[in-house]
């Protein structure tokens, strides 16, 4: 139970949080995109060089999702090294605790990057939200589609993903209730709305951090403040005891 005292409970809650949703964002992310770009394949641009800018792009987000896994795995572990040092339970155990101007700065770094990366994962939670959207908007018109209807139809091209020139770039009636009920579209709109969910989660994640980098911070200003008044108190004390025993010196010379 001793050992549990010096757990930093609201690091370890927010790191297990911003682990989760990362990981549900990076890997259901990356599934969606392949099966997005095999949809637009296989249905609305059957010629690669119509879409070709389009594969390099989603290969580079896949890309990108390896680099930002491997980063916020990095950052969550020195977030929570670093709630591990700055909790309250450190200095009990640590009768010597003392904070370095450099502590403090450090602290400091991390509550403005944590911010930085708050604030871009607000624009990720809604970018993560386009796709969704989109692919609902295809189940709702597949929905409404008759038997023998072949006048409602869905344009990939009017939503800028694949070029005008794009052939067919758009799908119809039976072809589109084909798409809707492909393993592909129906894995690939769920995997969006998990991906979606993990990015809202990473950002919950870093709102929880930076509230607790916030609390480290505030408490390091204060235990260094109450250091150097300690040393103010002490100090004086012992000018002090050095003058009651001069003091006694003199009386005891005169007498």
């Not at 911070?217 to 050095?242: F, G, N, P, T, V």
Request: aromatic share 14%; proline share 2%; net charge negative.
């Amino acid at each position: 139970m001793f050992c549990l005292g010096g757990v930093p409970y609201a690091s370890l809650v927010a790191t297990i949080l911003c682990f989760s949703g990362v990981a549900l964002f990076c890997g259901c992310g990356h599934v969606a995109l392949t099966g997005t770009l095999t949809i637009l394949e296989t249905h609305f641009s059957k010629i690669t060089a119509d879409h070709a800018m389009l594969t390099d792009i989603i290969q580079l987000m896949q890309y990108v999702i390896y680099g930002i896994a491997s980063f916020f795995f990095l950052y969550g572990i020195i977030l929570l090294a670093e709630g591990f040092y700055t909790t309250s339970a450190v200095k009990e155990l640590h009768s010597e605790f003392k904070t370095t101007i450099c502590g403090r700065c450090i602290s400091a770094m991390f509550v403005f990057l944590t911010y930085i990366l708050g604030v871009a994962w607000l624009g990720v939670f809604g970018f993560s939200a386009v796709p969704v959207f989109l692919f609902y908007n295809m189940w709702s018109t597949c929905a409404a589609i008759l038997p023998s209807n072949e006048s409602i139809c869905v344009d990939m091209r009017q939503y800028g993903i694949i070029p005008w020139n794009a052939t067919p770039g758009v799908a119809c009636g039976s072809t589109l209730l084909e798409i809707c009920n492909s393993s592909e579209f129906y894995l690939s709109y769920h995997l969006y709305i998990v991906a979606c969910a993990g990015a809202g989660a990473t950002v919950i994640a870093l709102i929880h951090y930076l509230m607790i980098l916030s609390a480290n911070w505030a408490y390091l200003k204060d235990a260094s403040h109450m250091h150097a008044y300690q040393d103010i108190k002490s100090k004086e004390e012992r000018e002090l005891q050095d003058i009651q025993s001069r003091s006694k010196e003199c009386l005891n010379s005169y007498s």
